[in-house]
């Protein structure tokens, strides 16, 4: 696998991400201009909106690449995943509400309500965006994914400034149809970019059970995967009040630029990884993993020495931060701590391509237990300083265990974490 040869698809990948970068002045004015609990309640919605769309990916969605890459299995592929992303997400959504009641006296906070009727509106609006963005990471179509989330911060963008113009302030309601009317947006130019790939049948090769078979595994890890990263805001609701949790949140919110890196990183890898899997090309995969573990190391390990060296403490002086915040600098420093490990979650995506649900299920599930372990202790004991740990168990375990697990699954050399500095010479050198 050759870098360069990609240099256009890796392009407007970054830019896409990017937009999460600048899309950050917007959640600073967020911060600035919304109450800690309010940005709590808008968060706790993301958080389980986030968890039923990460369901659906895994068993509907992912289904696309997996089986969508041979053009004679599209029209079925498409028919059956989007069957199940929609009985999926509005099913989950409905439960939810129906059963709101319960959840509110669960967690004792009344003010979940105004979430849990806002939930099934947002579902449906972004049924087509997360439909359409999986047709082009299939594709691997950078530019149109580019284009469909520049309309989703732009629209969002403009109506919080809108707010802020208007109001002065920022309530839940406002910052949840924000997201409501972004995601709308976002899916009808979605649908547009890619109606040409919206063709829909009964007819393929591929078989309903053998799509059904890779579903369910696949949901199993993934669930369980996605409980530490977008669960664990509505879990510690539970042990503390929503001004603390609105400050957790907004740490997350900054941590996510590195949680947006990794995406990236997964929505090039998985596709190239299903490609080399299917055509035996060994040698590739195993490139591809190594130049990723070395790459994704050197550049968080500078990152997060570059932030624990001060970098984070200028972020904490600046006076966009309002004091209501600040606490938020503090949680973010631990989670940072997980950095140089991170990358190396990404050999779980050759474990899925490959087919080995098993292991990857095994694996997640001791993190998970680290996470739920580590949360319960904080939240028993109300640390409320040390919130983080929780998300940061989950991420260390998996990123300790992904470096080891690499030489079992590829059999790659641990050595080959320095590859990046040999392939920079020899690049050098042909220049």
Known sequence: MKIQNHIKMISWSLLDKALFILYGFIFVLMIN???????????????????????????????LIQFGMKSENRRKVNFVALLNHSILTLGIASLIYIFRNQI????????LENVIYLLPLLTITFIPKAFGQKLIYRDQKMFQLFITNLVFFGVNSIYIIYL???????????????????????????????????????????????????????????????????MDTIILTAFFNLNIIGIYSAAKTLFRVFD????????????????????NNDYELETLITKTFSVGFFTFFFIYVTLFFGGSGLIEDLPIIPDKYKLAINYFNILIISLPVLPFTAIYLINIAKGRIYEYFLITTIGVI??????????????????????????????????????????????????????????????
């Open 33 to 63: 201009y919304a109450d800690p609990v309010e940005y709590a309640l808008y968060s706790i919605l993301i958080a389980f909106h986030t968890w039923i769309f990460t369901i659906s990916d895994s068993f509907a969605l992912q289904s």
């Open 104 to 111: 509110l006296y669960l967690f004792d906070k009344p003010k």
């Open 164 to 230: 802020i113009y208007l109001k002065k302030n920022l309530n839940f309601q406002d910052l949840a149809l924000s997201y409501i009317y972004s995601s709308a947006t976002s899916s009808i130019i979605t649908i547009f970019l890619t109606r040409k790939e919206l063709i829909f049948g009964v007819v393929g090769d591929i078989k309903i059970k053998e799509i059904f078979m890779f579903n369910w595994k696949m949901t199993v890890g993934s669930l369980l995967y996605a409980v530490p990263r977008q």
């Open 260 to 279: 947006e890196a990794l995406n990236a990183l997964a929505a090039l890898l998985y596709p190239s990884a299903v490609k080399h899997v299917n055509n």
């Open 370 to 431: 680290a996470f739920f372990i580590t949360s319960f202790i904080v939240g028993f004991n109300h640390y409320e300083h040390l919130i983080s740990l929780g998300l940061l168990s989950f991420y260390l375990t998996e990123g300790i265990i992904g470096f080891f697990y690499s030489k079992k699954l590829l059999n790659i050399k641990y050595s080959s974490i320095f590859r990046v500095f040999k392939d920079v010479k020899n690049y050098l050198k042909r220049k």
